[in-house]
């Protein structure tokens, strides 16, 4: 896998993608506390998140995988407006897979930016980390999220059942996969 030295900052239409720093601590915390009641339905983490020692440690541990070459970790940006958070959440070197994860202000959804910021991780994870596979984990029922990876070309390959604990009750998992020899740029 060739992980670059320097992570990049990608530019794609009105979508910045800008690597994580530390920073980017409070105002990532102020994005999740605007939108905690939206993101709660399907990000789980969100009620854990409920003071800035939890986003410090996100950034801590999204760091140390910039450093290990384990993960990678991007805000979005539009207008030099912080709207979200997109990354590799975790990255397998040795077998050449990543999983992607993303979430991004109420305010903003609805205009292709999440999918433009998906677009451009999952160029890169092909073109330059030469990686072979990459997936998404959706919980059933997030329709927004599953269209997203469907527009980019991912594949649902299989659904994990009730293996997500999400507010009060156990969800299905569903997996979309995108193939190296899949991706058509
Ligand atoms: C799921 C989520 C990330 C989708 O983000 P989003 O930015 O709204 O997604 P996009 O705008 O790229 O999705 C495309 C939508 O924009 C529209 N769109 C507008 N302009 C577009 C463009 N230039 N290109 C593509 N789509 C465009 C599409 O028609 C589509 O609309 P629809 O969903 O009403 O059919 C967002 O709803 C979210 O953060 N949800 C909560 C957290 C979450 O579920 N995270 C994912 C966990 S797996």
């Not at 969100?46 to 970790?73: C, P, Y």
């Not at 997203?148 to 009730?162: D, N, P, S």
């Amino acid at each position: 896998m060739q992980y670059p030295a320097a992570l990049p900052t990608f530019h794609e239409g009105e979508v910045t993608l800008s690597p994580l720093t530390t920073q980017d601590t409070e105002p990532v915390f102020k994005l999740v506390m605007k939108n905690r009641m939206y993101l709660r339905n399907w990000l789980n983490w969100v009620d854990q998140n409920n003071a800035i020692d939890q986003t410090e440690k996100f950034v801590r541990k999204s760091l140390q995988q910039h450093t290990d070459h384990t993960g990678m970790t991007y805000t979005i940006w539009t207008n030099n407006i912080m709207i979200g958070v997109i990354s590799f959440n975790w990255i397998d070197g040795l077998n050449k897979k990543a999983q992607i994860g993303y979430w991004i202000d109420e305010e903003f959804q609805g205009k292709g930016f999440t999918t433009t910021a998906c677009r451009v991780l999952v160029r890169f994870g092909f073109e330059t980390l030469q990686l072979h596979r990459m997936e998404l984990i959706i919980a059933s029922g997030n329709d927004k999220s599953s269209a997203v990876a469907k527009r980019i070309g991912f594949q649902k390959e299989a659904t994990l059942t009730q293996a997500e604990w999400l507010n009060d009750h156990f969800t299905d998992q569903e997996i979309y996969r995108l193939l190296a020899d899949e991706w058509h740029g």
